[in-house]
Structure formats: structure tokens, C-alpha cells
């Protein structure tokens, strides 16, 4: 049984699974990139070892490296975190080869699942309804593509085979931008990836994104604990997730975490995983694919659930049976997710970096935070803009929003701009607040306007603010003008004895 | 000192009176303002009300982030102002667009060359930056100037990309 | 029923109460002295009023100019949190004069249990045990007193009737040395309480501290939410509780509940309060004494049971019913507070105050900071040396502490000394882990030094360490001394001009 | 450059190599060691270990925080070693000690005399601050010199209270 875990990650997963580890009592080693010296996860680590240079290809996605520093170290186990190798086959099998537990699935598993064109035809052979679009497997050629598009109709998606978060996704329209979205999606795909293979499947219309987290031992037991609402998202990227679903009710959840389980025994499961639906109007639900993974959204899970689902991952890794039954799961509350990105929601969410200079988390009864940086730490441009995940838990989903609302009000970071004002706005949104949305909501129907009612009276404070400012500022610029012409009199006395002197 | 303050068109008068003090149009008030750890928080405690904000500097104009709204904000003294209404207040609206970095990152591809016209909206260039693409687009029609970068290459923040006449 | 509430105190309670007023859809007001104009419960506030100048006497117990605000701003209702005016009968009878509600109990039920020596004589009467001590009730003098003792035994310990917080405690070993403890404990009072009043107690030996957290609604409705293993002390400050005590079984709990519901009942109980037992080696309870107000340490309550304690208190107040019954409390896990000072461990605990120049929160799942202090807050000498309340939850009592250790380690402050040491030494007590402890522990079988084997390992780091920062210490005012001199060169220059001119 | 470090009368023999070495005795080991956002907190990896320190300059010696654990430390380069060798190494031990106020505070009252003999242990003196009543004892036995407030007197940190011959 290992006793020493490498984490192949950065950031605020680092840290989570440091802690899980550090209450189990095993010791942990970090790895890190030369932008990450004063990271978090290298500060809390037993051990840090040097990957290289920023950039993930240089350094997280070393997998040769980090098997290296796990043989030098002793670590006898690596979690992977979600990201960078954690849904890498070849990843998964190398630990295995070299006596090192990989705390995720089994390298089978990964490969049903991480091409997502196979894992479609997988489940479909366990009856788990799909997504209608391509079944064939493997490297289809645009032409392929182009051919059997007309079949699946349009609007469609183009997704990335290898893909998640997003990356490599395209929505066509007809048939005649097509070509151009393929190359695009392909060039985003292979730049993430490594592996610009792509799939087409129909786009559902006003569908939510729901999502079942899964639990399996080695012993066979599979288990669920429920499901994640992720339906906020921009450029599908998600942006808040709640659990339970304000759209499912306990005979759908039953029927969907049925079904997730048996998508997961299909593959024959072992460890934490997430199974993806899209759930349309008249509730009818699809698979979409399998994340077997730990999931950035897992915390909202473990606060309605009570499970430490990294403890839980550790504990199964080391061969222990799950420590519940499927009737012992029971639900508690609601809680919701905002992931703060270093973002600028009023400019086009366009990243933002630099040093953060300042910050104050929210905090007080049902908030919990995960993050990895810290007031001193510099946001680069080389990773996920994703800086913290503020989760909050209420006995109703009213008192999470409302428990929401004034810790979003109370976090400050400065430094960077964040997404945080997007947050707060959409907690102002009667649509969010009555659960009525769908995946396309951000994009479609959403303004950070918000209500000019609200934004009026606020006007003239604002207004006064800047002007308070910026009379500060020309005041200490005076100042400083002052001070500096008393500093060079000495200057223009030596220019003085020159001329004197000449 | 007296202050012509605008946002969204709508003009707040403002008087810096002493520390304590403040006439917003007719009406003197008490003010309490502080900047918290010498960050650009602010707290502000106006007729009772405690506020915070944020208030960067912006290219032209005061932005004050403030209960989750940004707002854009012109402060101006009565001299500037004045001097402002005298030049006929009007911004040059044809001149040139220089696109400049909004953040580091790489250039993935450029989309134009020189001396094509453009659409407002046409995507002109991909940066990549935080595992993202991000397109660059035209804020109006014109003719493509100089280019200054090319595929492939790393660029810093607010370096000039390309010039659109 | 009202909808704005004044808040009036300071620091992490003033900040938790906005929280849940906050929650409530409640406007807050918050007041200040002229020391915390910069304190969180200012910022977080919708409206903020200063009360005075830094000395409590001169702002946060000048109920009078508190009323005028509450008048000015339009709050109708108080929220007192703990200390200064909360339990304060007079304050609480001038609240209900000027229609304003007061958030807590009855200026009856406060002068009842507020005097200690009348709360003992009227739970006594409800047939509830006390220690042995004096029963007769009001100004007892020093000649009084002296003449009793001799019959309550020694040793014993004079407290102040006014008392709390063990301001005004003092143990008496003989009568030889107790004039002058009384002296001594009188003048503490006089000054904490603005009353110098005492009364004796038998001094119970081996003893833990083990406290009842009851809710009552002004229905008659009356239930606890169990108890506070409140042992680890120094100098009767309590410095660590935990819920549940892992010196009680179900029947004892159950037992000292229905004992704590009883003393409530005694005094027309209303909303929260606590009962303070000290339970001896066989298991025999006492009752010490009843806090009419919410306590410090209520968090790790509402982790154990899932109420929000202050959100149940503003509910009370509004005239509801409690929302749980006595069958609908349920105790789930383990949950630990560690009080967080500016004191020095390491130097007598001695006051520390300072500017915070930089802080990391300890934060991940089963984690809360309650806490009123960030970077660049300044702690001064005026007020409670507590900083923040750090609090696990952990489904055993072992996983608390594994928790809370690895919390503690993630703690970071810079700028004043913390007892964040302290605790971590404790974490790694064994008889702390074994559960074996009294009210004498950390003053008697308790030392910083910890284990020798651990502090020997870690001393050759603790060398290079200080080497490191020495040695760049030593080549900064190196290079400053160079530095210098290159800019004086320029006067140099000036000297031989003036010479060579002379 | 070589220094002697000492914890608890074990003394560490420690060169610095160059920024990213160090001897340890005859040991050569690789050093990663960054201060963390310009403050006294120190992150060291040394032989793999990930260790976070905070370093302060004590009133002699400095004092090193780790893992929960105080520990008071001598730096001194080898010249330093050696000059102090020669001088023999007694500190003085008889001479004046003169009590500082180690916290801001209220003076509430005085218990001593001038001339008046002291006990080790014994208290001289009750300072009020942060609500708490904190009694100053006498480090040694002596006589008591000057003393420099009264009781109802506020002092200022390290403020002189009194003195002991």
C-alpha cells in the first residue's frame, strides 16, 4: 500500500489533493514549473521537484519527468488531478509498469472513454441513449465528415475526440461554413490535445448540461452521488454548477444515475469518474461522454453528499472498498460553484495576468474556497485563467444563492481583473434565480447590464468615487512635483558654481 | 476644487469642499474616504452608507467597479472642461486604429494582409493566451496598414500588432 | 418585524452577524471607534457610523450614542454579539423602550442569570445542581467573604459576579493569601465589568468545562443543540473547544441537555444561551453559570448540527418559532475551533500588536475562518487579542484533528505573533488526541516544547534557514553601502569644485 | 562565505557556496530558497523537502518559525566566531537591567519602591493592554533603581519602566 503521493498538477487541484492526502497521513510530492517556484502547491508539498520551463508541454505534460522524480523521490502513487495527463492512457500504463499506483481508472478504461467517438459506441452497445451523430471510430477525414453531415442535420457540433473544457469544439450552421470550423477545430484540438481528431454530433436546442458523479471500487461496487447542473457556460466553457439540478426531480435522478452506472460498468470502472448528459426540454437525456477523471465541479457534490471524494479516490486507489452504499448516499441541502477567473467580464472576458496584489477571501458559515494563489502571486498567461472556485452550501437553493451573493460580494483580489462581477449579476438574474436556462443562456440571453434601476443609483456614488480619486492623485502629484524641486536645488546650485567658476 | 464628473452622458458637479467634505450639486455632505491597504480599494461612507470600490485608471477615463457594475467614469476640473468646450469637443473619429496586444501571448495566425480592406467585426489575427484562442477583430471598416508580427511569434503585452487606416 | 439591524460590536462576530443578516435579506449597520474605521464589519456593512475614540468605554460601550444611531439610520434591531453591551440588562430594557429589538433575551432573564450569584440561586431553586459556594446573592464584602470560605473549603476561586471570560477569576489556595486576591480580582472586575462585585466557588478538581447550547422561542418552545467540550484553558481563557466532548456518552448528554433545558425554563428563557457546567472525574455535574448570549464558540455547533445559530437567533427575534424541534437536532461528526491570538507562544503568550502585512487562509473542504482582520488591518492594544476562529469538521474526532493540523500548517500571518504554535503543539499531544484532559491541562501538563526527536530534526533546516536570511541580509547592506556610494560621488565632485575654486 | 550557526549550543558549520549551493560540514547540497511575496516567510527545498519558515531578526539572535516550532539561532561568519573567541565569550551577567514595556499598554499599578530589594519572580509591575492584566516579574533578584511612570500612565512599546541593579 503506497504512503507517498506525487501530484501531477498545479494550481488549486494541487492543493486539494495535498490536503486529502496530508489528513490521510501520506506524504506528498509536488512537481512544478519555473513559473511556479512560489506556488501554492509547492509551499504546502513534503517535497518539490523542478519540471522546467513554463510552458505545460515543457513541463505538466512531462510525463518522462514526473515518473523520473516519483522513482527518485519514492513516491509510490501519482494522482493526476484533472488537466494535464490525467485522462493519458499511456500515462495510466507507464505507472502501472513501473509498480506506482495511477489514483484514477484503469488505462482501459481511459481509452473506452478518452476517445469519444469509441466511448459513444461503447455505451451504445450498453444501451445508454446517445447524442445522435457520427458512430464510426477512428481518424475520419474531412470528407468523411462533410459526407455524413447532412445525415445528422444541422445545427451540429464538431468535438474533439480527445477533447473536454471545450477546446476543439465548433458549432456549425450549414453546411457550407463547415470546412472552414473543421480546420479551426482541428488546429485547437491538436494544440491541446496533441490529436486533432474530431467527431460531429447533432446539437440538441435549449438542452442542460447535467452531469452524474460516479464512484467505483475495485471490488466491482459502482455508485452514485448525484448530479452536477452545469448548463452556465460561455464558449462552452462552464462557468457555475449547482447540485442538485433545479431541473430534476428524484424519479429522472433515479433513472439518470442508473443509467451513468451502467455507462460505467460498461467500460469497467474503477475510482472517481463523470458521466455527461444533455438533458432536452421534454427531459429526455443523452449521453455525452465520460470524464474519467476527478472533476473540477467536485466540491458541490461533497457539500450536498458529505464524501471527501479525493479521500474516497485515495482510499479506493489503495484497494479499500467503498465506504458507502448507494442507500447511504443521501442529499442534503443545495450548493453552488463560481469558478473566479483572472477574466474581464466587462471587456470580453479577455484573460487577464499579473500580480495579485491583494486579496480577501469570503468566508463564515457554508463558504468554502479552492485556490492556489495567494496576494504576491503572479497570474501568467501559461495555464487555465481559473485562479479559485468559491462553493457555498444552503439548506435550499434560495439560501445558496443568497449565501452567494454576499460572499461574491465580500471576495477581493486585486491585481487581476476577475469574472467575479459576471457572478454577481447572474445571481441578480430572475431567469437563474427561477432555474429557468439552458446551456445557451450566457451566450444568448445574458447582458452584464443587468438592471439600470440598480445601476442609476449607483451612478452618482461611482461618480463620486472617481472624483475623490482622482483628486487624490493630482493632490500627491503636486506633491511630488513640490518634493522633487526642493531635491534637484542642490543640482542647480552646483550648476550655479560652474557658471561662477568658468 | 470643483469637478465636472460624467458617466454615460449624465454630468455630476462635484466639489472637494476640505477632507471631510463634499457639495454634489447644491447639497454639502460629509464624506468619509479611505484607500484600504494601499491597494485601489476604496471605502467610501456618503450620507451614512458604507461603499467600496475598486477605481483603476483606464486608457482615458476612471473605471469604478462597484457592486458588480463597472462604470465608466470622466473626471474633469472646470479648467479642462472648459478647454475641452472651446476645441468643439469633438474626437477625431476617421484617423488611424492601432491594434496592440491586449495580453501576452502567441500569435496563432494572422488572418488579413497589408493594404486589404476590412469589415468591422472581420477577425484579423488568433493570440493564443491561457490555453485560449483569441480573435482579434476590426472595430470598424478601413483599408489594413502596416503589420507589424508574425505566426508564431511571442508577444508581450500592449505591443502594436497591426495599424488599420 | 423589523428589516435593518444595528450590529453593535466589532471584529469577526460583527462581521459573522452581518453574514447572516446578510442572508436574511437584512440591511446591516455597522459602528465604529476611531481605531477601526478600516475593520471588515465597516466594509462589509451597508451603513456605518462612528461611535468614538479607540477605548471601549469611549465607543463600543456607549450604549447611549448606539441608541442615537439606531434612531438616526432607522435599524429596529440590535444584535450585541458577545462582550461589551451584550449582557447588559439596562441595554436590553432601553432597546425595548425605544421600540428597537433586541436579539437576544429579556432584560429580566439577562439580570437573572447576569448577577452569578442570583443565577445560582435561582437554578438551585429548579432543583439544578452547583458547584458549592456562596448562595447568599449581592454585595458580599471582603469580611463576608473571608468568613465563608473557611466553610466552602479551600482551595477556591473568587469570581466576579458580573464576570465572564475569567476577567476578574481568581484561585485561592488559603485564606492567608485571599485579601489580597480579592483585592486583586475586584479591581479586574471594576474594570472589565464596571463592577467589582464577587462571590466563591468551591474549586472543583480535575474538572472539565462542558457547555450546553440551547435555542428557545418566545412560543416556549425550548430545545439544545448539545454540548461544548470547553476544558483547554489558560488563565480560564479558553483557548480550544470541541463538539462533541469526548467525555460524554448518549445518556449523559442527554441527561446535562435536560438540565440545561430546565435552567433555561428557570429564567423565561428566549433565544440563544448557553449553560456552563463543570463536569468532575466520576462524572457528577455541576451548574458554573449561564452565558445569555451567542458565544464565541458557537461555530463548531452549527458544524455538528447544521444550524445556523445566528440565523435562528433573528428568526426568534422576529417572533417565529424555532425551527427544529428537540428530535430534529442531529449530531453529525466532529468539529474543532482553535482561538487564534495575537499573543506570542513562545514568550509568556504575551500581547502582540502590529500591522498584518500578510495573510493565507487555511481553506478546503471541513474548513471555516470566522475571523475581522486581513492585510494591512493594524492590531492594536484596545481590544481582544482573538484575531480569527479556525474551525474543522470532520466525520471522527480523529479526522478533526488531522484537519485542523493540516490547517494550522496553512495558516500564514505576518505582522504580529499568533498562538497558531500553540495549537500545533497541542494537535500533536498525545493526551489531547487520547482525549485525557482538564481545565488544568495546558497550564500544568502542557509545554511548548513538544517532542525533542521531531525539534532535533528539524533544527539543521532551522540553521540554514536563519544562514540563508542572514547571508542575504548581509549582501543586501552590502550592495546598499555601494550603492550609496556611487550617489555621493556626484558630491564629491561638488567638494573638489568648491576646493579647486576656493 | 562560511558561517558557524548555532541552535541550542550544537553548533552547524554552513557555507554558501553560491546562490543555488551550500556546505553543510563537508556535505554539498543543492538549495532552492525564495522569500514569498517580500515578506519574512521563507520557502526552502533542500534535498527534495519542501520546508516554509518564517525568519525574524530577535533582539540578538534570530528566531526561526518551522512547523510549529521556535528555534533561536546564532548567525555568526567566521570572523565573527573568531573575535568573539578570543574575548573570552562571558556577557556580563551582574550588570543594570532595565525593564521595557514589551507591549503598549496602561500602567495600572506599580509595586515597587526605588531602593526597595526584589525577588526573582516577583512582580514589579501590572501593565494593562488588550483587556488582559499582565503582571512584569523581576528576572533575578537585585535592588530596584530608577523607576520612569507612574501608575495611570500610558507607555509606548519598549517604552523604559524601570530599572534593577
Same mark, same amino acid.
Given at each position: 500500500m503506497f504512503n507517498k503521493v506525487l501530484i501531477a498538477n498545479r494550481g488549486e487541484i494541487a492543493v486539494r489533493i495535498i490536503r486529502a492526502c496530508r489528513e490521510l497521513g501520506l506524504e506528498t510530492v509536488a512537481v512544478f514549473s519555473e513559473a511556479d517556484?512560489?506556488?501554492?502547491?509547492?509551499?504546502?508539498?513534503?517535497?518539490?521537484? &523542478?519540471?522546467?520551463?513554463?510552458?505545460?508541454?515543457?513541463?505538466?505534460?512531462?510525463?518522462?519527468?514526473?515518473?523520473?522524480i516519483a522513482k527518485k523521490s519514492g513516491a509510490n502513487a501519482i494522482h493526476p488531478g484533472y488537466g494535464f495527463l490525467a485522462e493519458r492512457e499511456d500515462f495510466a500504463a507507464k505507472c502501472a509498469d513501473l509498480g506506482i499506483t495511477f489514483i484514477g481508472p484503469k488505462p482501459s478504461s481511459i481509452a473506452a472513454m478518452g476517445d469519444k467517438g469509441k466511448a459513444r459506441a461503447t455505451v451504445i452497445k450498453a444501451?445508454?441513449?446517445?447524442?445522435?451523430?457520427?458512430?464510426?471510430?477512428?481518424?475520419?477525414?474531412?470528407?468523411?465528415?462533410?459526407?455524413?453531415?447532412?445525415?445528422?442535420?444541422?445545427?451540429? %457540433?464538431?468535438?474533439?475526440?480527445?477533447?473536454?473544457?471545450?477546446? @476543439?469544439?465548433?458549432?456549425?450552421?450549414?453546411?457550407?461554413?463547415m470546412p472552414t470550423l473543421l480546420q479551426s477545430a482541428r488546429r485547437e484540438a491538436e494544440s491541446s490535445f496533441g490529436d486533432g481528431n474530431v467527431y460531429l454530433e447533432k446539437l440538441v436546442e435549449g438542452a442542460r448540461h447535467i452531469e452524474f458523479q460516479i464512484m467505483a471500487d475495485s471490488q466491482g461496487n459502482v455508485i452514485h452521488l448525484g448530479e452536477r447542473e452545469c448548463s452556465i457556460q460561455r464558449r462552452h466553457q462552464k462557468l457555475l454548477e449547482e447540485a442538485p439540478s433545479p431541473f430534476l426531480d428524484d424519479e429522472l435522478r433515479e433513472k439518470m444515475g442508473s443509467v451513468a452506472v451502467k455507462s460505467a460498468q460498461a467500460v469497467d470502472?474503477?475510482?472517481?469518474?463523470?458521466?455527461?448528459? &444533455? *438533458?432536452?426540454?421534454?427531459?429526455?437525456?443523452?449521453? &455525452?461522454?465520460?470524464?474519467?477523471? &476527478?472533476?473540477?465541479?467536485?466540491?458541490?457534490?461533497?457539500? *450536498?453528499? @458529505?464524501?471527501?471524494?479525493?479521500?474516497?479516490?485515495?482510499?479506493?486507489?489503495?484497494?479499500?472498498?467503498?465506504?458507502?452504499?448507494?442507500?447511504?448516499?443521501?442529499?442534503?441541502?443545495?450548493? !453552488?460553484?463560481?469558478?473566479?477567473?483572472?477574466?474581464?467580464?466587462?471587456?470580453?472576458?479577455?484573460?487577464?495576468?499579473?500580480?495579485?496584489?491583494?486579496?480577501?477571501?469570503?468566508?463564515?458559515?457554508?463558504?468554502?474556497?479552492?485556490?492556489? *494563489?495567494?496576494?504576491?502571486?503572479? !497570474?501568467?498567461?501559461?495555464?487555465?485563467?481559473?485562479?479559485?472556485?468559491?462553493? *457555498?452550501? @444552503?439548506?435550499?437553493?434560495?439560501?445558496?444563492?443568497?449565501?452567494?451573493?454576499?460572499?461574491?460580494?465580500?471576495?477581493?483580489?486585486? @491585481?487581476?481583473?476577475?469574472?467575479?462581477?459576471?457572478?454577481?449579476? %447572474?445571481?441578480?438574474?430572475?431567469?437563474?434565480?427561477?432555474?429557468?436556462?439552458?446551456?445557451?443562456?450566457?451566450?444568448?440571453?445574458?447582458?452584464?447590464d443587468g438592471s439600470t434601476e440598480i445601476k442609476n443609483s449607483n451612478a452618482e456614488i461611482a461618480a463620486i468615487l472617481a472624483t475623490l480619486v482622482a483628486h487624490k492623485q493630482t493632490e500627491r502629484s503636486a506633491q511630488i512635483v513640490r518634493r522633487n524641486e526642493r531635491d534637484t536645488s542642490n543640482w542647480k546650485w552646483v550648476g550655479r558654481w560652474e557658471r561662477m567658476h568658468r | 476644487m470643483k469637478y465636472v464628473t460624467t458617466i454615460d452622458g449624465k454630468e455630476f458637479e462635484i466639489e472637494v469642499v476640505d477632507d471631510r467634505h463634499i457639495r454634489v450639486g447644491d447639497r454639502l455632505v460629509a464624506v468619509d474616504f479611505e484607500s484600504v491597504s494601499g491597494q485601489p480599494v476604496y471605502s467610501l461612507i456618503f450620507d451614512g452608507k458604507s461603499y467600496e470600490s475598486f477605481v483603476y485608471q483606464g486608457e482615458e477615463d476612471w473605471e469604478v467597479l462597484l457592486r458588480g457594475r463597472q462604470f465608466q467614469v470622466k473626471v474633469e476640473d472646470e479648467r479642462e472642461k472648459r478647454l475641452r468646450a472651446a476645441a468643439g469637443g469633438g474626437v477625431a473619429e476617421g484617423g488611424e486604429f492601432h491594434l496592440k496586444a491586449p495580453m501576452p501571448g502567441l500569435v496563432v495566425s494572422l488572418l488579413v494582409e497589408e493594404g486589404q480592406p476590412v469589415k468591422k467585426g472581420q477577425v484579423l489575427l488568433i493570440l493564443e493566451s491561457m490555453k485560449m484562442q483569441n480573435e482579434l477583430k476590426a472595430p470598424r471598416d478601413g483599408m489594413m496598414g502596416r503589420i507589424r508580427v508574425k505566426a508564431g511569434e511571442s508577444v508581450e503585452q500592449k505591443q502594436a500588432l497591426l495599424s488599420l487606416h
Open positions: 517556484r512560489n506556488a501554492l502547491h509547492v509551499r504546502y508539498a513534503d517535497e518539490a521537484y &523542478l519540471l522546467g520551463p513554463a510552458p505545460s508541454r515543457e513541463s505538466y505534460l512531462r510525463a518522462d519527468k514526473i515518473l523520473d444501451n445508454v441513449p446517445v447524442v445522435p451523430g457520427t458512430e464510426a471510430v477512428g481518424n475520419m477525414t474531412d470528407d468523411d465528415l462533410l459526407n455524413i453531415a447532412p445525415s445528422i442535420g444541422f445545427p451540429l %457540433l464538431i468535438k474533439a475526440t480527445a477533447g473536454g473544457g471545450g477546446k @476543439g469544439m465548433r458549432e456549425v450552421k450549414s453546411l457550407e461554413e470502472y474503477v475510482n472517481a469518474g463523470t458521466i455527461e448528459f &444533455l *438533458v432536452d426540454k421534454d427531459r429526455n437525456f443523452y449521453f &455525452l461522454e465520460m470524464n474519467t477523471r &476527478l472533476q473540477v465541479e467536485h466540491p458541490i457534490t461533497e457539500m *450536498v453528499t @458529505g464524501v471527501d471524494i479525493v479521500a474516497e479516490q485515495i482510499r479506493i486507489a489503495r484497494g479499500r472498498q467503498l465506504s458507502y452504499t448507494q442507500e447511504q448516499i443521501h442529499f442534503k441541502g443545495h450548493a !453552488i460553484e463560481c469558478r473566479v477567473n483572472a477574466e474581464d467580464p466587462f471587456n470580453g472576458f479577455m484573460p487577464s495576468t499579473g500580480r495579485i496584489t491583494h486579496s480577501i477571501l469570503p468566508t463564515g458559515p457554508g463558504v468554502r474556497v479552492d485556490t492556489g *494563489v495567494y496576494p504576491g502571486f503572479e !497570474i501568467t498567461p501559461y495555464y487555465d485563467p481559473m485562479i479559485a472556485k468559491l462553493i *457555498v452550501w @444552503g439548506e435550499t437553493r434560495a439560501q445558496a444563492i443568497l449565501r452567494m451573493r454576499r460572499a461574491l460580494e465580500e471576495y477581493r483580489i486585486v @491585481g487581476v481583473r476577475t469574472n467575479i462581477p459576471f457572478h454577481q449579476t %447572474l445571481m441578480d438574474s430572475h431567469r437563474f434565480m427561477g432555474g429557468q436556462f439552458d446551456t445557451r443562456f450566457v451566450e444568448e440571453r445574458f447582458s452584464m | -
